[in-house]
């Protein structure tokens, strides 16, 4: 596992070990779940309320967390419990957005 580390997260004072799927994010698993429980909600929140969704904040959940979180899947020898507890939930909050999108209408903006 150590070897496979593609340098320490990015996050001020966290040294934990960055696993190749999250090479793009330069984060832990731990804090890449933080932050992708935060844009998730955020996202699915916004949907409900029936706000204009950030098309590539969107694609970055439906595309890029969704693969990692698959790709973590493979690639760890065991991740704690509690991690995989929450991978799991993640990928709950990600199929629910997904649901959403497919069946509502949701505005997209575009933003440079
Ligand atoms: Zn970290």
Redesign the pocket.
Known sequence: MAALAVGS?R?AQ?A?PIPPALAAER??L??FLDEAFLRADHTLDRCREGCAINASELEWLLADALAIVNNLDDEMAGPSLDLRDRMLELLLILANLHEYVAHHSVRLEYLA
């Open positions: 997260c996050r966290c934990n984060l832990c731990g804090h």
